[in-house]
């Protein structure tokens, strides 16, 4: 693996475990701040540079637009998010400073910008776009033959507070980390443990559920012998035998939908699919192993249907790609029966660029306001969410090179498109 792609994955890493980026606010603070404050700023008589501010607030411009990026320059969204970062606050803040003689308006802007940096990203992107943005910034000052001159009345003790300011915010911004990723393991863990407990008795209903179907039939049919003959045993109705026989298939049916439950809760807890194996699958082999092995309650299976007549194939885990269809099918019914109304389609289909499965329900739909927020970790407004199912499935796609979006009227429907590369099948 070449230096650029592990970067590429170590900001991945710490931007999704810092709980994602604020690119649109971000985006557009610098396409404001920038361009008013150059008026400001000249107009009470700071030295400003019109192509650094102008520049920092056209690099800010496409984070507004992040949703409209094509797929394939989304893998490159956080390495433009760290570089915007980087150029925006402390490179153009040191160069700025330097530029100003070192002016105590500046010295709180750039404390300003040291304090953005702590609200946007973790205690590790922070120390490393600091300290490269001060070493680039100076070495850009100077690079334009200036030189660096202290404005009268620099405040001597300013290094050490500045310093102690960083030390500060870096171990509070640590503190925060760690209290989000204890959140998570605590979760894991007692949804774990709940998993084990669970697997016992299941285990043991199991048991019975296979007894009861061996040896039922039998009694059921002595049951019939000894009353033929004449006798004289408490009768019991035909449509009660039936129900009686019926009784092991539905004890074994609600035993394996328990079961699937389970894995489905354990598998989106997995935070690593990076070794994962992957092979060509065939999405309509996936929808039907989906819709076959997902656990349906009463008549919900009449609610989904899928198109056949279109197939693709893509690289990936099945068994993965399985667990995304069955959070969406379980967001899905959720929604169809809180309206009390809709059905759910899933139709894959071949496209230009990227191949593609629409998953939509016309059933409750999701409010504007909350439609933002749906793949962030921990982020649910249903009655019994986690918060991770989504997120789960938008860290698979990605892994796979692809994406996933949600398009939503709240009273009519939701529909969630995958994008899959498309591959040479050869």
């Known amino acids: 693996m070449n230096l650029g792609k592990r970067f590429l994955e170590f900001l991945d890493r710490r931007i999704e475990g810092f ?15 920038y361009p008013v404050s150059y008026f400001i700023l000249n107009i009470l008589g700071t030295d400003e540079s019109a192509i650094f501010r102008f520049s920092a607030a056209l690099m800010c411009f496409p984070l507004i637009f992040v949703k409209k990026w094509p797929i394939q320059l989304k893998r490159y969204l956080n390495l433009y998010w760290f570089l915007t970062l980087l150029y925006c606050l402390p490179i153009f803040g040191i160069y700025s400073l330097l530029k100003n003689q070192i002016s105590i308006d500046w ?9 953005i940096l702590f609200l946007i990203v973790d205690y590790i992107l922070l120390i490393i776009i600091y300290v490269l943005g001060i070493l680039l910034g100076y070495l850009l000052f100077i690079s334009t033959g200036q030189e660096v001159i202290f404005q009268q009345g620099f405040p001597p003790n300013f290094i050490y507070i500045y310093g102690a300011l960083f030390i500060i915010g870096c171990l509070f911004s640590r503190n925060k980390e760690r209290l989000e990723n204890e959140r998570f393991q605590t979760i894991k863990a007692v949804a774990g443990a709940v998993a084990h407990e669970m697997r016992t008795p ?8 296979y007894g009861l179907k061996r040896y039922l039939p039998i009694l059921i049919k002595a049951y019939k012998s000894a009353k033929n003959e004449g006798s004289d045993i408490e009768k019991i109705e035909q449509h009660q035998l039936e129900f009686i026989s019926q009784i092991p298939e539905s004890i074994e049916k609600t035993n394996r939908n328990a079961f ?34 997902y656990p349906f309650s009463g008549n919900d299976r009449k609610l989904v249907s899928y198109i056949t007549h279109e197939d693709f194939k893509f690289r990936g885990n099945d068994l993965l790609i399985r667990h995304v269809l069955f959070n969406l099918l379980k967001n899905s019914i959720y929604y169809v029966r ?11 289909r071949v496209e230009k660029d990227f191949n593609k ?70």
């Open 19 to 33: 709980g994602g980026a604020q690119y649109k606010n971000f985006g557009i603070f610098g396409i404001i701040n």
């Open 107 to 115: 010295l709180i802007n750039i404390s300003i910008g040291l304090f």
């Open 202 to 209: 299941l285990l043991s209903i199991a048991t019975i559920a």
């Open 260 to 293: 699937s439950f389970i894995d489905i809760l354990l598998m989106n807890f997995k935070e690593d699919f990076k070794e994962t194996p992957t092979t060509v699958c065939s999405m309509q082999q996936c929808l039907e192993e989906a819709i076959k092995y």
């Open 338 to 348: 809180a309206a009390n109304k809709g059905n759910i389609t899933l139709t894959p």
């Open 357 to 426: 499965l629409y998953v939509r329900d016309t059933g409750k739909g999701i409010s504007s306001h909350v439609l933002p927020h749906i793949f962030d970790k921990f982020y649910s407004k249903t009655k019994y969410g986690t918060g991770i199912g989504l997120a789960f499935c938008k860290m698979v796609m990605e892994n796979l090179g692809g994406n996933i979006i949600c398009h939503s009227k709240e009273g009519e429907f939701t529909e969630f498109v995958l994008s899959f590369p498309i591959i040479n099948e050869h």
